[in-house]
Every structure is written in C-alpha cells, then in structure tokens.
C-alpha cells in the first residue's frame, strides 16, 4: 500500500514528535504518530508531496529529519496539471487540496517507478466531503480522461481520502 500525507497530517506528526515527552498530545497528534508507526512497521509506502519536503528538508530538527527518512517524495507527473484544473472544475475545491488530491493519482517517486497512491490522507474535512460529495463524476472525468493517455498513465486511479485513525481501524479490524 502507498499513503500520501497532506501537509496537515505531517503537521500532526511531527508535532507530536516534537512535543511527546513535554506534554500530552491531542487526539490528532496521536493519531497522526501511530499511523505512521504502524505504516512503518507493516513496511507500508508512505509519500510527502514535494512541495512540503520542500519546506521540511531545510530545518535541522532531529524530528524533522528523523521524518524525512521515513518518508519517501511524490512528485507530478505529465498529465498531474490537468488532473488538478478537472478536479477544481469539478468540486470547487481549492488549487492547493486538488493538486493533492490530483497527485494520489498523477503522482510518481524519483525513480519513476510507481503511479499514484492508494490513500491520501488528510484531516480537512472540507477536502474530503467535496471530494464524496463529487466522486461519481470525478471516477467518470478520469476515466474519460485516462481513455486516451499512454501506458503507464491509463491505468491510474482515484485515490481513497481518509484520515488516518479511519486507516488504522481498518487495519485492525
């Protein structure tokens, strides 16, 4: 499995870090850490955008880099731009949650070796309703869309949005 992190869960995972041993952390913090705990130890794919590895790989911080190398870059691919755009026609969501969301399937590591994720997991519950709410016609817009493009690119998919205790309790369960 390959999860990508929107930058609210990275957030929430390195706070919690960050802030473990100082003070009791919130319900987000916490889940935020045990998935990627429990990602890395079922030594499951886990993805940054390259827009926050970008912000994170300056800072010195051991946390940060203790992330940074748990952590592997998802960056755009060819067709990622126009995912995005179709995705904001679509939902009305903002350029920034699109492109995350256009990145779970137009995305690929530094090598090229994979396309896509399967999740994308974030807290913004706005991200995820626009997304539910406007599935249907996004699954057809990709569909129509991928129809046309070279192999590997016909074949991607839409990502699952969730947050990640929803991942982990269906992992436990």
């Known amino acids: 499995m ?7 869960v990275v957030r929430y995972a390195l706070t919690g870090l960050h802030y473990r041993r100082t003070r009791p952390l919130s319900r987000l ?9 429990a990602a890395k130890m079922q030594d499951v794919s886990i993805f940054i ?24 870059v998802l960056f755009p691919t060819h067709y990622h731009t126009r ?11 903002t ?3 699109a492109a ?18 399967h999740a994308l997991l974030t807290y913004d519950q ?7 709410d406007h599935f249907s016609v996004l699954k057809r817009r990709l569909q ?16 699952h949005l969730a947050k990640p205790d929803e991942i982990l309790r269906r992992r436990a369960g």
């Open 2 to 8: 390959r999860y990508l992190l929107d930058k609210n």
């Open 29 to 37: 913090e916490i889940d935020a850490l045990s998935f990627w705990r």
């Open 49 to 72: 955008s390259a827009a926050s590895f970008e912000i994170l790989q300056p800072m010195k911080y051991r946390e940060v880099q203790f992330f940074l190398n748990s952590v592997d």
């Open 83 to 93: 995912w995005t755009r179709r995705i904001r026609e679509t939902t009305g969501l």
């Open 95 to 97: 350029r920034e949650d």
């Open 100 to 117: 995350m969301i256009a990145l779970g399937s137009f995305g690929s590591n530094a090598p090229g070796n994979i396309l896509g994720t």
């Open 126 to 132: 706005r991200m995820i309703n626009g997304y539910l």
């Open 144 to 159: 129509a869309m991928t129809a046309q493009l070279p192999s590997p690119f016909h074949q991607t998919t839409l990502p």
